[in-house]
């Protein structure tokens, strides 16, 4: 990270941490229904600004490193989660926690940035009864974005018997502007299980979209703008039983 590779022994090697959503949102999870205390970090000069004056070649890795480190003693837990130079710390003792921010702070300098709040994208809003994870700032973003802060608003991100069809309609003359406003949205389904599936059908046409693919996804920024503060709750008396379904459809 940042200053401390060395030329000769791992100056060339270029890697980041990166954690799956999906691990993130079972993480909070887990430590709201178990009280445990959340804390953020970050890491300062992860990356440096300077130009690139040599070819890099890039090979996939045989093995990968771990992202997420957990360490029991005795009826302590800790867990740290890192995201290139974010951090997310859980434990059951505030103390292991801060002696933890003391020693990363001397391998690394670090910005201590308190009690969770917000975390790559996701605001975090904590309470006796849970927590509650939504992107309403990034939502809002988007729509502004688009260009449609004062489009009409839908009730459903989908039309009804609406189906999307891979050949249907004229090809868009600038595939840029969908596949740009689908990848917002993609990202956006983190805390939007509601847009989910429409959102990922779309992104099925990012290599020739079609205006009725466009007309689609601007029928989702409707319904968003609708409802930019919907998110994702993790009830305090949750049951950590893990459940699947599944469609046949």
């Known amino acids: 990270m940042g ?6 022994f791992d100056y060339y090697d270029t890697f980041s941490p990166i954690e799956k959503f999906g691990t993130v949102r079972v993480l909070l999870a887990i430590a709201v229904v178990n009280n445990w205390h959340l804390a953020q970090l970050d890491v300062n000069n992860v990356f440096l600004y300077g130009d690139l004056h040599e070819e890099v070649y890039m090979s996939i890795p045989t093995r990968s490193n771990y992202s997420l480190f957990t ?10 989660l890192v995201y290139v130079d ?8 505030l103390e292991a926690i ?13 910005k201590d940035l308190g009690n969770l709040r917000y975390f790559l994208g996701l605001e975090v809003a904590r309470s006796n009864t849970g927590i509650a994870l939504c992107q309403i700032k990034y939502a809002l973003d988007i729509v502004n974005a688009a260009r449609m ?3 009409k608003t839908a009730r459903f991100p989908k039309e009804q018997n609406c189906k999307i069809s891979k050949t249907e309609g004229n090809l868009l003359n600038d595939p840029s502007i969908y ?12 805390t939007r299980p509601d847009i989910t599936y429409v959102v990922h059908k779309l992104s099925q046409y990012m290599d020739k979209p079609r205006e009725t ?5 601007y029928r989702v920024m409707q ?4 409802s930019p503060g919907k998110g994702l709750f993790f009830s305090s008396k949750s049951q950590l039983h893990l459940k699947a379904f599944n469609d046949s459809d």
């Open 213 to 217: 693919h466009l007309q689609a996804a």
């Open 223 to 226: 319904y968003i703008k609708g």
């Open 179 to 190: 596949r740009r406003l689908v990848g917002k949205l993609l990202y956006l389904t983190l």
């Open 86 to 93: 974010d951090i997310l710390i859980t434990s059951n003792n």
């Open 3 to 8: 200053y401390t590779q060395k030329e000769g």
């Open 98 to 110: 801060n002696q933890l921010k003391v020693f990363l702070d001397r391998q690394f300098k670090l």
């Open 71 to 80: 360490q029991q003693q005795g009826s302590s837990f800790i867990a740290l």
């Open 149 to 151: 802060i004062g489009c």
